[in-house]
Nanobody, 124 residues
Framework: QGQLEESGGGSVQAGGSLRLSCAASGFTYSWRCMAWFRQAPGKERERVARIVASGGSTVYADSVKGRFTVSQDKAKNTVYLQMNSLEPEDTAMYYC?????????????????WGQGTQVTVSS
């Protein structure tokens, strides 16, 4: 059964940077897509970024485009989310999610594997 473990969250001031990591392990079949989602208190879950394992193509939410970068290290079976120019509006619990399905959906319901989440807090 696949497992995901996030790390790298923390508290920073606006304009700062953080790098989140999502380490994958125990997958019987290699994950095809990995996505980062976030959820702030009282708000709906929001997709932040997605990367496809084969080829490395990426998609970003408009709210983070140009500031966040998702990447992968296949040797470490780890996906990263580099977050620059952080804003207070980026404050949320961040989750990585993975699917082994052939189609890389953009909706959270299509991802059966989830990490426990890591908190990101950005102060003004």
């Amino acid at each position: 059964q696949g497992q995901l473990e996030e790390s790298g969250g923390g508290s920073v001031q606006a304009g700062g940077s953080l790098r989140l990591s999502c380490a994958a392990s125990g997958f019987t079949y290699s994950w095809r897509c990995m996505a980062w989602f976030r959820q702030a208190p009282g708000k709906e879950r929001e997709r932040v970024a997605r990367i496809v394992a084969s080829g490395g193509s990426t998609v970003y939410a408009d709210s983070v485009k140009g500031r966040f970068t998702v990447s992968q290290d296949k040797a470490k079976n780890t996906v990263y989310l580099q977050m620059n120019s952080l804003e207070p509006e980026d404050t949320a619990m961040y989750y990585c999610a993975a699917t082994t399905a052939a189609y890389c959906s953009l909706t959270s319901s299509a991802y059966p594997y989830w990490g426990q989440g890591t908190q990101v807090t950005v102060s003004s």
